[in-house]
Nanobody, 124 residues
């Protein structure tokens, strides 16, 4: 199974925006959707946002609601994460992964096939 590939990370100042991409070229047939997670040094992996391929439904972690937007392009097998008004505590490696089972999910245990991640650094 081909792992997804994340891109779009970088170093920005607080208040700036970034658009992360997750190319799921090996998308599992029948998979429900994709999720974005992040992990800062010394911290647990945190749910950021999820997207359902067929319905376009989206769901978010509490700390990014109102600032981040997840979207997807089914034809391109790509999910995007638009991150606005970035803060220093958004600094982390951002990962995407596949959600196979139906329904929204927030735990990393409920996702499979993780990418290598893309680094986001927000300086204050």
């Amino acid at each position: 199974q081909v792992r997804p590939v994340e891109s779009g990370g970088g170093t920005v100042q607080a208040g700036a925006s970034l658009r992360l991409s997750c190319l799921a070229s090996g998308r599992v047939l029948g998979s429900y959707g994709m999720g974005w997670f992040r992990q800062a040094p010394g911290k647990e992996r945190e749910f950021v946002a999820g997207f359902a391929w067929d319905t376009g439904d989206s769901w978010y972690g509490d700390r990014v609601k109102g600032r981040f937007t997840i979207s997807g392009d089914v034809a391109k097998n790509t999910v995007y994460l638009q991150a606005n008004n970035l803060r220093s505590d958004d600094t982390a490696i951002y990962y995407c992964a596949s959600r196979l089972a139906m329904g929204m999910a927030w735990s990393p245990d409920q996702y499979v096939s993780w990418g290598q991640g893309t680094q986001v650094i927000v300086s204050s």
